[in-house]
């Protein structure tokens, strides 16, 4: 970290990347493998660039072990399109049940509201968001065409550790804030998506993935042809040019996930990390979490002193010893530390450092 004077970015996104990941484009950034061009320069349908965007989703499938029948899209419109395209696409009934756990999740659900009859069937706004209600036994619709879910609550730090009961329905979830953090058994969902900018790659590049059967072609005729995942599917997502710099990246990161051991690898290393937070939390008697222990996020931790002004110190003093973006979301106030993959242990550890000799000062 000392050889170029970064900072432990806490942000919750856009977040850090590997430094092996942003050397490697660094060196390739003038000259793409002797093309004599970057590639961001580089024609989408070049036989190089099938080559970047053919291997970025191998890779991605090795990782999440995706089965055949699942397609990969490379897309844009940041996570917020999909709360369109999802019920524009997959609405056949006309009906969906959303569980609401957070701000992401309740903007998809209003959003959905323009296109069906959407049923808000359980949530966790009665408690800001601080837990993830439970879901074994919820009064799923007997038409819904899907339940939603928000797999990992960005803002409030909350997970999903065991999915709903969906009572035979197509799950989809928004895996923005979790992404290629853990293992996930894909053939238990209908539809993944997730913004890259979290824990993936740079802003811009929109991953879904999605249960062939669930690719539809009679749409509305109103239905714009971008916003048809078939459009896509079609077209190996090069129907039109795709966020082609941010693909490569992205692909970079893949092969760094699969160079540490795969996500099960990742998984524990994130495991731990999260531990040393939670565990000096746990302990603090001036810093306290926010949410319920059994509905805890590994990869966002929000925190606060219960004072606002000393909320407010001790982010200044912490950005001043090159710990950042640790200021948590206005809706919950205090403080949130993102602990993305890229994330070293030792940032963790320096942020403990710093919050014990911040209490001691404070107390
Ligand atoms: C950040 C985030 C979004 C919104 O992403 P955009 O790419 O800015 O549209 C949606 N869902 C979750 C879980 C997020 O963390």
Known sequence: MEKYNRVYNFSAGPAVLPVEVLEKARDEMLNYQNTGMSVMEMSHRSKVYDNIIKEAETDLRDLLSIPQNYKVLFLQGGAS????????????????????????????????QKYGKINKVATSEDKTFSYIPDCSNLDISPDADYVYICENNTIYGTKFHQLPNTKGKDLVSDMSSCFLSEPVDVTKYGLIFAGVQKNVGPAGVQIVIIREDLIREDLPSWCPTMLKYKTHADNDSLYNTPPAYGIYICGLVFKWLKKIGGLSVMKEINEKKAQILYDFLDNSKLFKGTTEKSSRSIMNVPFVTGNEDLDKKFIQEASSNSLVQLKGHRTVGGMRASLYNAMPQEGVIKLVEFMKKFEQENS
């Open 81 to 112: 399109l999909q709360f369109s395209m999802v019920p524009i696409n997959l609405l056949k009934n006309g009906t969906a049940d959303y569980i609401v756990t957070g701000q992401w999740a309740k903007k998809a659900y209003q959003e959905a």
